[in-house]
T-cell receptor, first 116, second 114 residues
Framework: GAGVSQSPSNKVTEKGKDVELRCDPI?????LYWYRQSLGQGLEFLIY????????KSGLPSDRFSAERTGGSVSTLTIQRTQQEDSAVYLC??????????????FGPGTRLLVL | AQSVTQLGSHVSVSEGALVLLRCNYS??????LFWYVQYPNQGLQLLLK??????LVKGINGFEAEFKKSETSFHLTKPSAHMSDAAEYFC????????????FGTGTRLQVTL
């Protein structure tokens, strides 16, 4: 597609349930990032994948959060045993492998997660 | 380690007036600097970026920003505000490299009044 896409756009779940959020990066982009945007914490980095390298997981807030990227393209962010404080907008971004463009991240529209 | 400070969580200007959104950064290495805009219920859109070279960078929608190393600042300006500029603006910093996470400021909500 032309841009980064994310699904679902909105997700309502009950406390304690697991959720999966999906990100489709721009075709050919080798780097993929997850961020979280919440009222209390602003925009926070969660995790990023760069090609076949080990992901940088330094931003994941707890071991309930995990992410994978299959085939170097689509990524899934999984939150286990959701808590109310996980309510936020989860943003995905990707960036190109091309020199001069690698530093520019293109963002998807986000998934709005509400944990009841 | 890097950090970004955006002074003023809310800024209100009249249509046609100068827009000035402030951003100061802290970085242990020469930074890459970005401004993103977020319209309601949408993702982030890149306005402009500074990596190397000319310190005055021009972006989309008539915005520009100047990298001032001595002041560790990257303020965003637009000579004449338009109603359509009303949105939230985020300043961000990353470390130079092939790919690097962004560290964002807390954002400034710009209101444009008639």
């Amino acid at each position: 597609g032309a841009g980064v896409s994310q699904s679902p756009s909105n997700k309502v779940t009950e406390k304690g349930k697991d959720v999966e959020l999906r990100c489709d990066p721009i075709s050919g982009h080798t780097a993929l990032y997850w961020y979280r945007q919440s009222l209390g914490q602003g925009l926070e980095f969660l995790i990023y994948f760069q090609g076949n390298s080990a992901p940088d997981k330094s931003g994941l807030p707890s071991d309930r959060f995990s992410a994978e990227r299959t085939g170097g393209s689509v990524s899934t962010l999984t939150i286990q045993r959701t808590q109310q404080e996980d309510s936020a907008v989860y943003l995905c971004a990707s960036s190109s492998r091309l020199a001069g463009l690698r530093e520019t991240q293109y963002f998807g529209p986000g998934t709005r997660l509400l944990v009841l | 380690a890097q950090s970004v400070t955006q002074l003023g969580s809310h800024v209100s200007v009249s249509e046609g007036a100068l827009v000035l959104l402030r951003c100061n950064y802290s970085s242990s290495v020469p930074p890459y600097l970005f401004w993103y805009v977020q319209y309601p219920n949408q993702g982030l859109q890149l306005l402009l970026k500074y990596t190397t070279g000319a310190t005055l960078v021009k972006g989309i929608n008539g915005f520009e920003a100047e990298f001032k190393k001595s002041e560790t600042s990257f303020h965003l300006t637009k000579p004449s505000a338009h109603m359509s500029d009303a949105a939230e603006y985020f300043c961000a910093v990353s470390a130079p490299g092939t790919a690097s996470k962004l560290t964002f400021g807390t954002g400034t909500r710009l209101q444009v009044t008639l």
